[in-house]
């Protein structure tokens, strides 16, 4: 049987199973505690630079252990690295959890949002390896089960705190890892007792180092980091942001910032599919940028009629995140290239998506109102029309493109 007529589930059962459930676990504390920071600032405290910080904090986390995940990988295997990181995102939650000031929560914070990065890096290629016949559908299976761990958590972030405390709503999402990591103990239990595959050779660590001067990477970093800067930015800001202008109350605000995480739902599903059918992928990178700057126009021209519409096209607009995702495996040939592509996409990307809530936060501390940051986001969005133009070209990170 051909590689492309084979069964999808065909001996991959576990793997399939296993990169759901990773998913599922990547965006839980992203989304979990900026709906109830209110409730955690009543017992621990946090000043503006503390919620901006923690709002920075997911990009940059990602950043710095997506450019370490290479290393590791090559000192290990991709399904070791993978245990590991769901161990970091399990034990960050808890220690949320049971935080008994600023200094602890920040550090549960920062160890699970090291998982997330090393996570996040490892999924690319983990598809590439257990169902390279299968790469779009299995990117839309997994982005669509990021969006729903997206948005998710702010929806009953609320509510759980409400009954049970904040710190049961922060450390509940540890369940969700310790299921993830029961498919990925077995395979590795498997991978050892298989041959270990072969070092990086010479060519395709040319192709690691010719990453820094490829417009291609860099236009791909560039389309992940605006996904991110407004995702994050919103993450963090949305509630307060809505709050002020609309004057919902914060319930509400979660709800939205729920809706907001939805629209990467009906994205997930669609746009990597559509990624490997166009003939012209520029066309929706141009259709983000518009959602974008139409979302942040509304809310900053007419923020009372329709609020929930400019909610709605903010969402929209990271539609980029699942296209970067599908195209890293898109334009590159091998199974190094796609992690070190990864790497370099998300590490790069997720630099500039923290600056997405820091700068939200300063310019709204300086002026006192969100006029400016709403301008700022505008303006930044528009740099995705140049990227696209370059992602489109059909060539992979091999080629020297």
């Not at 999924?123 to 839309?140: E, G, N, Q, W």
């Not at 997206?150 to 049961?168: C, E, K, M, S, Y």
Request: net charge positive; glycine share 10%; hydrophobic share 60%.
């Amino acid at each position: 049987m051909s590689t492309a007529n084979r069964p999808l589930l065909a001996g991959r059962m576990l793997a399939f199973i296993g990169i759901i459930l990773v998913a599922a676990n990547l965006r839980t504390a992203v989304g979990a505690l900026s709906p109830i920071i209110g409730r955690v600032s009543a017992e621990l405290p946090l000043d503006p630079l503390v919620v901006g910080l923690l709002g920075a904090m997911p990009p940059v986390c990602f950043a710095l252990f997506g450019i370490i995940t290479p290393a590791l990988v090559r000192r290990s295997r991709l399904e070791v690295v993978l245990i590991l990181a769901l161990a970091a995102i399990l034990v960050g939650h808890l220690i949320r959890g049971i935080a008994g000031d600023v200094l602890t929560l920040v550090a549960g914070s920062a160890v699970t949002f090291a998982g997330l990065g090393l996570g996040n890096v490892l999924l690319p290629p983990i598809v590439k390896k257990y169902f390279p016949d299968r790469i779009a559908l299995m990117t839309t299976l997994y982005v669509t089960m990021l969006s729903i761990s997206t948005l998710i958590p702010p929806l009953i972030a609320v509510p759980v705190a409400d009954g049970a405390g904040w710190r049961i709503s922060l450390a509940m999402w540890a369940g969700v890892s310790v299921v993830a990591l029961v498919p990925w103990l077995v395979l590795n239990l498997h991978a050892k007792r298989t041959p270990p595959p072969p070092r990086m050779d010479p060519s395709r660590t040319e192709v690691v180092g010719r990453l820094w001067r490829s417009p291609l990477a860099w236009s791909l970093a560039v389309i992940f980091g605006l996904s991110s800067l407004n995702a994050y930015a919103m993450f963090a800001w949305l509630p307060s942001l809505v709050q002020d202008i609309v004057g919902v109350n914060d319930a509400t605000a979660g709800v939205w910032l729920s809706v907001f995480a939805f629209m990467g739902f009906p994205a997930g599903l669609l746009i990597p599919i559509l990624a490997v059918r166009m003939k012209n992928i520029a066309l929706l990178v141009y259709v983000a940028v518009g959602c974008l700057v139409a979302g942040y126009a509304g809310l900053l021209i007419v923020p009372t009629i329709a609020p929930l519409a400019w909610v709605v096209l903010i969402g929209l607009g990271p539609l980029l995140f699942p296209l970067a995702l599908v195209l890293i495996n898109l334009r590159t040939r091998t199974h190094d290239g796609a992690i070190a592509l990864s790497s370099f996409v998300q590490g790069v990307g997720y630099v500039l998506g923290a600056l997405g809530p820091l700068v939200v936060g300063i310019t709204h501390d300086l002026t006192d109102g969100w006029t400016v940051p709403l301008v700022i986001l505008i303006g930044v969005a528009f740099i995705g029309v140049f990227a696209g133009a370059i992602v489109a070209r059909d060539r992979t990170i091999e080629d020297g493109a």
